[in-house]
């Protein structure tokens, strides 16, 4: 009987990415993080600095197709 679990060459749709962004852009929103612009694809978000210093660093959001989030700093 073939095994159905996932594997990690696996694509998820995109919904399945779309609902991930959707969760990340959520949880760092809960840590403080305000969302600058959004698409289905990509977040760019505005981040608390580190250590309480006044201002924020920008970084975009995104989901591969295997369903990681990937931050950069922009």
Do not use: C, F, Y
Request: a neutral charge.
């Amino acid at each position: 009987m073939p095994d159905h679990t996932a594997s990690e060459s696996e694509s998820l749709s995109a919904d399945d990415r779309k609902r991930a962004l959707m969760q990340a852009v959520a949880m760092a929103v809960a840590r403080g993080a305000r969302v600058e612009s959004q698409t289905t694809e990509r977040a760019v978000l505005l981040q608390p600095k580190l250590g309480g210093l006044l201002g924020r660093r920008r970084q975009i959001m995104r989901v591969d197709d295997l369903g990681n989030v990937l931050v950069e700093d922009v």
